[in-house]
Each structure stands twice: as structure tokens, then as C-alpha cells.
């Protein structure tokens, strides 16, 4: 269960007993008509055109308003209706603040121009780009020793932010301060990891959940806040132990996309903090196992529904897209085609044909990934 589907399950509140604006103006009048009854001794006739209505109405309508801020200020004190600035406040009283965003990282090579008989140190904050003012700086000192022709070091994006994700094996290949004998430096995974400033689905998650890092033994949650807080580009996570005193975790990041080791890593690292491991833990992070699966299906449109089936065509593909997106949200979740069907259906299909996905049934530290590209076929029109 995803944390706005958890949310969702609480009940509703209003701090306005779910007043509508009829109810206002009901009130409203019922209340001039009795205070014009007590001070004068006559009823009060207002016709629905009467100046006295109208303006009755006009207050009412300001009355509303102000009802929906003091409802809105109630509502800001609870997790499940806050955003931005109230829901900061409301993680201040759980020591929970909003994450400033997260630089990307990956993992760089240099290799020497020919091999030396002493130790080459490569210093900390030495610059790669690919040429695009985009620059990675490495996080600690590498030394390569004698006789050896490379060596690797972690990097860190110089910039906060989703502008360093994404740049592939050897794309970072310009060295921007230069080193002597360094022949080649190059990275050889994927960046990713950086995110913008944290969203407030996430810090409300983290709120939900920060009560249970207080605990020194070792829940699942506090896990899962610990790895969360980690890097705000991190959007799910799966906390097991099949063997005692082994805590495995996997985690995706945004859209679904698989960490590289480098993350891995580093997020391995991270949780080795004595505040964070109960000291008879031993943490293992690693890859959600995948699951793959293709989509191929075949779908009809209605008769009736033939002067629309261009855009109900185009609706079916978003449709896919949407599935295929949900599918890679959430370790854990089964494939589910019934899944898909209705999101075609939705979308202005008669019916849908559906060849693959099966349903498969698959276990919490998994997640399904498309294997091939989706096959959507238009199978015409149909009598209703």
C-alpha cells in the first residue's frame, strides 16, 4: 500500500461540520427574520429579487469564505490535508525538516598515461564534465598505486538537483583540473540520485514515519525513514530478515528507475551510522530482484463511438503509459493486467484483449519492469 492510499484510509474531518454555502444562507436568514420578529413584533417577508435578500446573500457568500480558512487552519494541524510551509511546521515538532535536495553521484575511472613507480594521488574535488558546465567533483582523495594503470573514486554532482542524473557510462570525460599522468578519466555508471527539493508527499511520509527511528531496535520503519532521509530522489523501500541479525534492503528511485552500485554504496555506508544501526545489525542494501513482463494487447472501440476512436486511440496509449508507470512505482506490487484492462476501458475501449501480462504474484522485495517495448494494437470498431 502506497503512503496516499495509507493516508486516504483515515477519516475525513471538517472543522466546520461540512457546512455548504446553502447551509450559510439558511441560517443566515432564519436568523434576520428572527431578530426582526423579536425587535419589532411583525415577520419579515424577503421575495427571492428583495435588496435585503441579496444582500443577506452577499454577506453569506464573505461568511463562507471565512469558514473555509478556519476550516483550511484546522486541517493544516493534520498530516493528512497539509502542504508546504504547515506541513514543515508540522515535522518540527518531530524534529523531521524538508530535505534541500540531493546531488547526483556515480562512480569516476582514472587511468594513467603509462604506469609509474610511485603512487599517484588523485585529490579530493578534482572536476570531470561532459562539456556542458555540469561538473562532478570526486568525494574523497585516490591514490593509484606503483605499477598500477587506474583507479576509481566516488563523485558528486557540484549542483543540487535532477540536472545531474542521467548521463551514461563515459559521458563525463573532460577533466577540468589537470592532473599529471592522469591519461583518461571517465565515469563508468550511470549518474543518478540527485532530486530537486523534497516533495511534500515525501516529507509527509517521513513525519508518518520518524516515530519509529527513535526505537535502537531496528524496526522496519525506522529502517525505511533512515533510507528515505538518505537522499529524497529514493521513493520506495523494502526492509527484510531472513536471517537473524541480517537486515537486507532494496529501494527504487523516481519513476521506478534501478540504483546503480554506486548508491548502493554510499547508502550502505550511510547506514553504518551508530544513531542509525542497532549495534547487532548487520545491513545489507542491494537491487530489488526484477520481474519482467511485456505488454501486449489488442482493444476495440464502440460503434457508437466511431467519430472519436482517433482520440480514444491516443487515450489507450496514455493508458498504457500510465500502467506501465504504475506497475514500477512500488516494490512488491504483483502484476496485475486487470490493472491494465481498466485503465483501457476508461479510457473509451469497448473491450480489450489482453496476451500478456498474466497475473503473477510476486514477492515484497521485487519489482516489475517492462522487458520490450509495449505492443498496442487498434482492433477497430465493434457493435456496442
Known sequence: M????????????SFIDNLTMEDVQEFYINAMKE??????????????????????????????????????????????????????????????????????????RFTLSMRR???????????????????????DILEIPAGQLSGEVNAVCKEKGIVGNGYKAGELNILVDPIPY??????????EGGADIEADENLAERIYLAPSSWSTAGPDDAYKYWVMTFDPAITDVCVDSETPGVVNICFILQDGQIPEVTMIDELESY????????????????????????VDITYYVNKSDRMKAAAIQEQVQEAVREYIAWQKERIGRDINPDQLRKRIISAGAKRVEIRSPDFVRISRNSIALLVAEEKVLYGGVEDD
Open 2 to 13: 502506497s503512503f496516499k492510499q495509507l493516508l486516504s484510509d483515515y477519516p475525513d474531518v
Open 35 to 108: 431578530k426582526y420578529r423579536e425587535l419589532t413584533g411583525t415577520e419579515l417577508v424577503m421575495e427571492q429579487a428583495d435588496p435585503l435578500r441579496l444582500i443577506a446573500y452577499a454577506d453569506c457568500l464573505l461568511l463562507y469564505q471565512i469558514l473555509q480558512y478556519a476550516d483550511r487552519a484546522g486541517k493544516m494541524s493534520l498530516l493528512k490535508y497539509s502542504y508546504g510551509d504547515y506541513l514543515e511546521n508540522i515535522g518540527a515538532l518531530k524534529g523531521v525538516s524538508r530535505m534541500e535536495g540531493a546531488s547526483a553521484m556515480t562512480r569516476m
Open 117 to 139: 613507480n610511485n603512487v599517484t594521488i588523485i585529490p579530493a574535488g578534482t572536476r570531470v564534465t561532459s562539456g556542458d558546465r555540469t561538473y562532478f567533483e570526486t568525494s
Open 182 to 191: 592522469i591519461g583518461k578519466a571517465e565515469n563508468i555508471a550511470l549518474t
Open 271 to 294: 547506514l553504518q551510522n551508530e544513531k542509525v544501526r542497532p549495534l547487532t545489525d548487520k545491513v545489507v542494501v542491494g537491487l530489488p530482484d526484477i520481474k519482467e513482463y511485456e
